[in-house]
């Protein structure tokens, strides 16, 4: 028997980022690459990233969180995700305040009184070994990409996962998928990358199309909203506090000045929930 057979899911999203959460506090196993491949088949629980839950490593926090993408891949962090799991322990503990840890460090959030989510996501990393970049290229700020230098410089950032930000006059017009995966997968990239497109249509707002590392093109993605409101300030297009729209819809970025940690704020939507089968994980029943 799989041992996740029988664990409880619930399916959620963040702006249309879809996203399974599995709490496996109680009870830890492991959930293998090939399990989260068989969950996300488009017949069985179709999602971008599984936010799996297991017991804290430290006493102030809910939980310590494992990100999975739909291809099996680990992500230190997911935005959208963080959302969706602060709002499910809220409701679960009665109160607006959840601290979880991952990979990246502490994601300390607030669920407002009118359901928006609010997570502190740390400071970025903009050094080129933390991105990670596979040499040093100087200032990560202005990136020529070996073969893609017709697109213009990238902004790198690490939100704990890498993102490529490229500025382009029409975030609309660009052929995500293409250029996204062929991105993704570039030498210059040892751990891959986020690849954003990002178009100014306001003093202090941003339409962003993303193209997710092990998951393809989402309709949003919250890590690369921080990346690129910390892109604009590095660049000097916006200010400190931006509106980032997706194809989702809108989350508010703020880099805050004080500590020079990112603030995301955004919505999130419990869809339904349920048992995982034998039959979910791609074993007979
Ligand atoms: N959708 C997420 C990002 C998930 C991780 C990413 N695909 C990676 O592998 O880095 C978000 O909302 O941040």
Redesign the pocket.
């Known amino acids: 028997m799989n041992p996740l057979s029988h664990r409880p899911f619930v399916k959620m999203n963040?702006l249309g980022?879809e996203i399974l959460v599995l709490d496996l506090r109680a009870d830890p196993v492991e959930v293998p690459p090939a399990a989260a491949r068989a969950l996300a088949r488009p017949s069985v629980l179709p999602f971008?990233?599984a936010m799996v839950l297991y017991p804290p490593r430290r006493a102030d926090t809910a939980a310590f969180v494992r990100?999975l993408?739909n291809d099996g891949?680990?992500?230190?962090?997911?935005?959208?995700?963080?959302r969706c799991i602060a709002a499910l322990e809220a409701e679960r503990t009665g109160t607006p305040h959840v601290l979880f840890e991952s990979e990246a460090g502490l994601l300390d959030c607030t669920v407002r009184p009118d359901g928006q989510v609010k997570v502190d996501m740390g400071a970025p990393r903009l050094g080129w070994r933390d991105i990670p970049l596979a040499h040093d290229v100087g200032d990560t700020a202005s990136v020529l990409v070996p073969g893609f230098e017709n697109l213009g410089p990238a902004v790198m950032v690490s939100?704990g996962?890498?993102?490529a930000i490229f500025f382009v006059p029409d975030a609309d017009a660009m052929d995500v998928e293409g250029l996204g995966a062929a991105l993704e997968h570039h030498p210059l990239f040892p751990e891959?990358a986020?690849i954003s497109f990002a178009s100014l249509t306001a003093p202090d707002r941003i339409l962003l199309h993303?193209w997710?590392?092990?998951?393809g093109r989402?309709r949003?993605?919250?890590?690369?909203?921080?990346a690129t409101g910390v892109a604009a300030v590095r660049t000097g297009r916006t200010g400190r506090a931006v509106t980032v729209t997706l194809p989702g819809g809108p989350l508010e970025i703020e880099w805050r000045e004080s500590d020079g940690h990112v603030l995301m704020t955004g919505p999130v939507e419990h869809e339904f929930a349920g048992t995982l089968t034998p039959a979910m994980l791609g074993e007979a029943a």
């Open positions: 963040g980022n971008d990233q990100i993408n891949s680990l992500s230190a962090a997911c935005g959208n995700g963080t939100m996962n890498p993102h891959r986020n993303v997710e590392r092990g998951a989402t949003a993605c919250g890590t690369a909203a921080c």
